[in-house]
């Protein structure tokens, strides 16, 4: 199994930003990928971000967060981070990383979540 772990949640100024970090331990493929998601009371999760973890590192974000997020890795940790800029009230969420373990699209492991709020 794969264990995921995120952090770096916390409270932050309409503005600011904030760093999460997501690390995946356990048996993993060579090949796989990892997301971000999130997901706000009374609405349903929401695609945020995601790295190809090896070979290509193309990434795809969602057009809400285009060009104000950045998804990156750390190979050496099984780290993936995701840079928040310019944060807004509406980016308040509980956010969630996932690892697609086979890079097949679909998310087979997913981590606990951890708090992002934005105050205006």
């Known amino acids: 199994q794969v264990q995921v772990v995120e952090s770096g949640g916390g409270l932050v100024q309409a503005g600011g930003s904030l760093r999460l970090s997501c690390t995946a331990s356990g048996r993993t493929f060579s090949s796989y990928a990892m997301g971000w998601f999130r997901q706000s009371p009374g609405k349903e999760r929401e695609f945020v971000a995601r790295i190809n973890w090896s070979g290509s590192s193309s990434t795809v974000y969602a057009n809400s967060v285009s060009g104000r997020f950045t998804i990156s890795r750390d190979n050496a940790k099984n780290t993936v981070y995701l840079q928040m800029n310019s944060l807004k009230p509406e980016d308040t969420a509980v956010y969630y990383c996932?690892?697609?373990?086979?890079?097949?699209?679909?998310?087979?492991?997913w981590g606990q979540g951890t708090q992002v709020t934005v105050s205006s």
């Open positions: 996932a690892v697609d373990l086979r890079r097949l699209g679909t998310y087979d492991y």
